[in-house]
Nanobody
Framework: QVQFVESGGGLAQPGGSLRLSCAAS????????LGWYRQVSGKQRELVAR?????????NYADSVKGRFTISRDNAKNTVYLQMNSLKPEDTAVYYC????????WGQGTQVTVSS
């Protein structure tokens, strides 16, 4: 059973940057597509970025983060990253990683707060 452990969140000012990391267990990591999702309290969890597996590595972003966020992966470390630049207050949320399409296994997430 896969486990995801997210880290790297925190408080950032508008226009600032954060880099999130997610370490995953399991031997199938390298062949699976992965996604970063976020959830604001009271709203549905949404996909913000995804990256292909199996050596493809193609990426796709939600319109709201396109040009500001970059997803990447290191299969040797079973880790996926989300570089977030030009942060906006509306990026405030709990961020999670999971497979894409999502599985039922969620980590604890990491809180990102963008505020001056």
């Amino acid at each position: 059973q896969v486990q995801f452990v997210e880290s790297g969140g925190g408080l950032a000012q508008p226009g600032g940057s954060l880099r999130l990391s997610c370490a995953a267990s399991g031997s199938a990591f390298s062949i699976r597509a992965l996604g970063w999702y976020r959830q604001v309290s009271g709203k549905q969890r949404e996909l913000v970025a995804r990256i292909g597996g199996g050596g493809g590595g193609s990426t796709n972003y939600a319109d709201s983060v396109k040009g500001r966020f970059t997803i990447s992966r290191d299969n040797a470390k079973n880790t996926v990253y989300l570089q977030m630049n030009s942060l906006k207050p509306e990026d405030t949320a709990v961020y999670y990683c999971n497979y894409f399409p999502r599985s039922s296994q969620w980590g604890q997430g990491t809180q990102v707060t963008v505020s001056s």
